[in-house]
């Protein structure tokens, strides 16, 4: 039976002076630290089996997942899918006063954090992950997938694997940038989840890390 493996990754540091949620907002662009994380991803994955490499189309992941598709010499598809999730807080500044969500304004937008009220839900998420994934397996069936997705998309995907409660503190997660989450299946049935961090000597270097975490700020 053949050994596939999916490797999802978050996409790179994003250039975001405004400070806000920028969710699925286009024009947001890896930052040149970003750009660095992309290229020693690349060579992370340099002695892997990469047979395709599949990305949100969200310009961060595309710019994240350029590299690696260069060095294997493949093209990059798009897979909307892979899309960031759909947040209701998109151009809020929730990066430089994370008090503003505490704003009356918002508070009938936390009416049930377990779905969640204020953006796609979590099982929606699933669903289209779980799919991505297994275009993954098709394409690299025997070798390994690189799929650039972001931040809560991967964590929600991991949690449901793991068997956890889904909704969770993002300030928690573990899913820095530029972080892999491998997923190793026999045909399609799941072997094995590992995680690695391979730019994580220069997350210290982020300009929206939250203190005391290796997670970079962001609700969604």
């Known amino acids: 039976m053949d050994i596939t493996t999916v490797h999802l990754v978050r996409h790179g540091e994003v250039h975001n002076p405004e400070?806000?949620?920028y969710g699925r907002r286009p024009g947001y662009h890896l930052s040149d630290l970003g750009r660095?994380?992309?290229?020693e991803l690349a060579?992370?994955?340099e002695d892997h089996d990469v047979r395709c490499v599949i990305a949100s189309p969200l310009e961060r992941a595309v710019e994240t997942?350029?590299?690696?598709?260069?060095?294997?010499?493949?093209?990059?598809?798009?897979?909307?899918r892979l899309i960031e999730a759909d947040n209701m807080f998109e151009g809020v500044p929730v990066n430089k006063n994370r008090w503003i969500l505490a704003h009356p304004r918002y508070w009938s937008w936390y009416i049930n954090p377990f779905e969640p009220s204020w953006g796609e839900p979590y099982l929606?998420?699933?669903?289209r992950m779980s799919q991505a994934i297994a275009r993954g397996i098709d394409q690299a069936r025997g070798g390994e997938a690189v799929l650039v997705s972001?931040?809560?998309?991967?964590?929600?995907?991991?949690?449901f694997i793991e068997g956890k409660t889904?909704?969770?503190?993002?300030?928690?997660?573990?899913?820095?940038?530029?972080?892999?989450t491998s997923l190793t299946f026999a045909g399609k049935q799941l072997l094995s989840l590992d995680y690695w961090e391979p730019v994580g000597h220069l997350?210290?270097?982020?300009?929206?890390?939250?203190?005391?975490?290796?997670?970079?700020?962001?609700?969604?």
């Open 65 to 80: 997942a350029t590299p690696t598709a260069e060095l294997f010499g493949l093209e990059i598809a798009t897979d909307a």
């Open 19 to 21: 400070a806000v949620l």
């Open 43 to 45: 060579l992370a994955f």
């Open 203 to 220: 997350l210290h270097r982020a300009a929206d890390m939250v203190p005391g975490t290796s997670e970079a700020a962001e609700l969604s």
């Open 150 to 159: 972001h931040q809560l998309p991967i964590w929600t995907m991991r949690r």
């Open 36 to 39: 660095e994380m992309a290229d």
């Open 166 to 180: 889904i909704a969770s503190d993002p300030r928690k997660r573990e899913c820095s940038l530029c972080s892999v």
């Open 124 to 127: 929606e998420v699933i669903e």
